[in-house]
């Protein structure tokens, strides 16, 4: 059975840093473009970042780009996405999600998404 599980969310002061980890199970990761999407409370989902089978193409949201880093480890099933210069508009349950892509797709459209990890809530405040 096909499962993502995020973990490393928690709560920082703004400007520290976490780094979140999408693991998956059931599957082999390298046939799937990974993306990371968010949503804070009274919020719709956001995209955050994504990235394609490779790790070769990414995309980020402008709200994140030069803060966050997204990569992957296919060998380790696990995809990352570092998190710096954290502010509390980064506030939100951080999901993780894949899509059974062609190689170079790295696009964060939710409609091709097809599988989704539960969330890990990450809180920046002082």
């Known amino acids: 059975q096909l499962q993502l599980v995020e973990s490393g969310g928690g709560l920082v002061q703004p400007g520290g840093s976490l780094r979140l980890s999408c693991a998956a199970s059931g599957f082999t990761l390298d046939y799937y473009a990974i993306g990371w999407f968010r949503q804070a409370p009274g919020k719709e989902r956001e995209q955050v970042s994504c990235i394609n089978r490779s790790g070769g193409s990414t995309n980020y949201a402008d709200s994140v780009k030069g803060r966050f880093t997204i990569s992957r480890d296919n060998a380790k099933s696990t995809v990352y996405l570092q998190m710096n210069s954290l502010k509390p508009e980064d506030t939100a349950v951080y999901y993780c999600?894949?899509?059974?892509?062609?190689?170079?797709?790295?696009?964060?459209?939710?409609?091709?998404?097809?599988?989704w990890g539960p969330g890990t809530q990450v809180t920046v405040s002082s």
């Open positions: 999600a894949a899509a059974p892509a062609p190689l170079m797709f790295s696009q964060c459209v939710f409609q091709k998404y097809d599988y």
